[in-house]
């Protein structure tokens, strides 16, 4: 079944795990979404330049679906205190090498009620159950 396949390395920092702890999310819960390791990605995009942001729905390992929200990183998120990167075949990767391909985590959260049924709408469009 067709879905998106993201080659993005993400860039998580102090800041960000925080804010994930606080939702009872962590690092690899974003990488298994992202990555697509449980089942298939959607991924949109909304803004431009500064504000653009990739909005990504993927399920977790327990069936729920994630929702997460990034914007590309710079080279000062890289020097954030606690800043690590997860590439996307899981390997460490030095961070501070900082590449295009990089994707802040801003946000993520379990998938609401509206966003859990688009998702499935999706897959039904795609050929997916």
Known sequence: MPGARLYWTLVFTD???GHLAGRGI???DVADAVFGRHGPVRARHGGRGKNERWFVVAPLAEGELLTCVLRAAKPRDLEAEGAFVVPPRGLPEDPTLFTESMRLCVSARVS???EARSYRAWRRS???R
Request: charge should be negative; hydrophobic fraction near 15%; charged fraction near 60%.
């Open 15 to 17: 800041d960000s795990l």
């Open 26 to 28: 962590d690092a690899d």
């Open 112 to 114: 609401d009620d509206d």
């Open 126 to 128: 795609k050929g997916g």
